[in-house]
């Protein structure tokens, strides 16, 4: 973090404070006012000059694709669009193959332009996403001005900024109630905006199958109509669904043109109920444990029985037919056709909770299914469970699951990955399970994992001290998930996602805590604060915690 110093500084912070969307940090033992970045940037330097005025006039140049993804931010925050006139001082958007680490951008203003750089087309995007969080409504002239008479600027400002790791995952559990697709083509543009560049769709689970497939027709006609809570919409349930092979490919395009990547996970063996309803064959009978009474006697529902639809939250209580040949023909069936239709890099094959399939049996399964997915040219990953299978296929990804300080065994689960060839995504549940219910907070969500989760604990954790022995370089990245159990909405779900899933998204971002002074609860909960108009305006229906001092306008 670099700052301006004495005269300059004062000039600097005079200039920045006149505006809405200031957060003061406190840098060195001074408190400044910077823009409002969030996830925190790399590097940002107040300028000492008058901002740039933002007006209907204001020239749009360059790049076609980022001048339209900042016309509709402009759009949704000032309430007109740039680009049509042209008397005015301009925005540059530009790519500069080569300034700069992937994705990385740098976005210069004065009172007569903004030029925004991007190493690559997700650079630019990041940047442009940076640019619409620094665009305020300017009080300088006294007193703010309202609808078509107020005035937007864009303050003074040096940003140079790039990704600390490769990997900014938000999960969606369409399992335990389905999310249509323009849900999820709008959990796309809230995860894209906080630079999160990986959508894991939980596309099955005990009580549902969500992706059609050729080869396995079954699976949606017979295993896709009910969801947590039933069928109906009275009570928790919903009438289920899933996404066809169209609808797949589209959310899988719409997220490219927001540069994110598609993971689609089939949990298995364990979690695999719905596949019972389609082929009984594969599926062992449930298995009732303490735990299914436990959760039968504190949320309802009925005892998993084969052939039914299973309507309850318990886990554990499912297990495909590790020992038998027909199990990978639908494996290989399964990830065969969801690999000809993900470009991205990465199939997840779950392997949590399989609480009913031993140890042996579950280490058949994870080496198999591994290789399955390794053979199909694609990286597998898994939940940390499988870290403990031998034969699990080298360069596997693991993705952590476990609490911020690890439980017995965790941290050997989790660190096997990295001695395997592969890497770790971090998911602490304690910390970024967005479906945990917020202290204070509405009804929604559950707590089993330590919960309730408070802003202030999504926020205050460092990726590298999670995993003992794993340091940046055993981590490929970060990834909020949110279980629908609880959610059956849009809005559900942007109530437990925001503002959660931006702390989740700085820790994936942003520079480690100890190397910037942005990196700290005191800094992010001003920063997210300043975010109040901008979320509304994008019609993000956040939990306004009294965790936050939210900014109006
Ligand atoms: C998990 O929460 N069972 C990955």
């Known amino acids: 973090m670099k700052r301006r110093r004495g005269r300059t500084a004062a000039a600097a912070l005079l200039a920045a404070s006149l505006l809405a969307g200031c957060a003061p940090v406190a840098q060195n033992g001074d408190t400044v006012s910077l823009p409002a970045v969030v996830p925190a940037p790399a590097s940002i330097e107040a300028g000492s000059g008058a901002p740039f005025r933002l007006t209907p006039d204001t020239t749009v140049t360059g790049e076609a694709d980022a001048a339209a993804t900042l016309a509709a931010i402009v759009e949704a925050r000032a309430g007109f669009t740039p680009a049509k006139g042209g008397r005015e001082s301009g925005i540059d958007l530009r790519i500069v193959p080569g300034s700069g680490a992937p994705e990385s951008y740098r976005i210069a203003v004065d009172e007569a332009s903004v030029v925004v750089t991007g190493a690559d087309a997700a650079g630019l995007f990041y940047g442009v996403q940076t640019l619409g969080q620094l665009i305020a409504r300017n009080s ?208 997840h094959f779950g392997g949590d909770e399989s609480l009913s399939t031993t140890d042996e049996d579950f280490a058949v399964f994870v080496a198999r299914a591994s290789e399955i997915i390794a053979d199909l040219g694609k990286t597998p990953v898994a939940w940390h469970e499988a870290g403990a299978a031998a034969g699990l296929a080298d360069t596997t990804i693991g993705q952590y699951w476990g609490y911020l300080t690890a439980q017995e065994g965790v941290s050997a689960r989790a660190r096997a990955f990295v001695d395997n060839g592969g890497q770790l995504i971090l998911s602490p549940a304690d910390a970024i399970y967005l479906d945990m219910k917020y202290p204070n907070g509405p009804e929604l969500g559950l707590t089993w994992a330590n919960g309730p989760t408070s802003i202030e604990r999504a926020y205050t954790w460092e990726p590298s001290d999670i995993v003992d022995g794993i340091d940046d370089s055993g981590i490929l990245g970060v990834e909020a998930p949110l279980w629908t159990e609880t959610i059956r909405t849009a809005a559900d779900i942007d109530t437990m996602a925001f503002p959660r899933a931006a702390a989740a998204a700085e820790a994936a971002w942003s520079p480690a805590t100890g190397a910037s002074d942005l990196r700290t609860w005191a800094s992010f909960r001003e920063r997210v604060g300043a975010l109040g108009p901008l979320w509304t305006s994008m019609g993000i229906g956040f939990h306004p915690s009294d965790e936050i001092p939210w900014v109006t306008e």
């Open 140 to 347: 300088a002239g006294g007193g703010q001005q309202e609808g078509e008479d107020a005035e937007w600027t864009v303050p003074a400002v040096t940003i140079e900024d790039a990704p600390r790791f490769a990997y900014r995952g938000a999960m969606l559990d369409v399992a335990r109630h389905f999310h249509p697709l323009e849900t999820v083509k709008g959990y796309i543009d809230r995860a894209a905006s906080l630079k999160l560049n990986a959508l894991h769709l939980h596309l099955t689970d005990d009580q549902g199958w969500r992706i059609q497939l050729d080869s396995r027709p079954e699976l949606t006609e017979r295993a896709s109509g009910t969801s947590v809570g039933g069928d109906s919409t009275e009570g928790q349930g919903t009438p289920g669904g899933f996404f066809t092979k169209a609808g797949y490919r589209e959310i899988v395009e719409y997220a490219a043109s927001r540069h994110m990547i598609v993971v689609p996970e089939i949990d298995m063996p364990g979690h695999t109920h719905a596949v019972g309803l389609a082929y009984p064959e594969l599926a062992e009978e449930p298995t009732i444990s303490d735990h299914m009474r436990e959760i039968i006697r504190d949320y309802g529902g009925e005892e998993p029985r084969p052939g039914v639809p299973y309507e309850g939250m318990a886990v554990g209580f499912s297990s495909l037919k590790t020992r038998d040949e027909a199990t990978y023909d639908f494996v290989a069936d399964v990830f065969g056709e969801l690999a000809a239709m993900t470009p991205g890099p990465y199939l």
